[in-house]
Structure formats: C-alpha cells, structure tokens
C-alpha cells in the first residue's frame, strides 16, 4: 500500500474494512502477493495498481454480475475500477456477498 497516492491507500482502506465488515469470520493473507480474504478458500483478492484498483472475485461472482460489469474491464475472474472514476463500493459490496454466500454453503 505503501508508494501509493494517499486517495489510492483510503480506496484500499476501505475496502479492506468494506470487506471485513461482510465476512467477519473471513482470515486475511497475501496470496499471490496482493491482500486476501479466504473463507472456506480464497474469498476474494484486491489490489491497486497504477490507474486502477483490481479486484479478484473469482469467476463466478463476474459472471453473476456481468450487466452490471459491463462499463469496467474485466477478465475471467477479475475486474478493473479506474481510479478516475468513482469506485462502486455498492457493486463490490454485493459481490463479496454473493463470494460470502458461496463458500460458507462449501463449509457445508
């Protein structure tokens, strides 16, 4: 986080307290070498990077809300917020829900 623009760093912030809010029982890790959520597995991964903040939900939450993807880029397990642009807190908040719900019906 460090050698990021102060904006960027409160993005992170935020999300990382976005996301612990929503997985309470969720542990934190570096994986892949970026900040982790696993819960039952890899719950999601997050990261900045120059013009954007990536965000790992894996492909089932892209594909589950691909209409809503549609105005950032995206890959298979993967999308991309410019960080001239707002960032959907709302949008990311209903994926990792969606991840939330996955992995805890895996514990069952």
């Known amino acids: 986080m460090r050698g990021f623009p102060a904006a960027t760093q409160e993005i992170l912030k935020k999300l990382r307290r ?19 959520f696993r819960l ?24 589950a809300f691909k209409e809503e993807l549609k105005a950032y880029a995206t890959s298979k397990g993967a999308v991309q917020f410019p960080l001239d642009q707002p960032i959907p807190y709302d949008l990311i908040e209903r994926m990792v829900q969606f991840r939330v719900s996955e992995q805890r019906k895996k514990a069952v």
């Open 18 to 36: 976005l996301i612990g809010k929503l997985a309470p029982e969720a542990t934190e890790a570096i994986v892949y070498g970026i900040p982790t």
């Open 40 to 63: 039952n597995g890899n719950l999601v991964h997050f990261s900045a990077l120059k013009n954007h903040i990536g965000f790992y939900p894996t492909p089932s939450a892209i594909e």
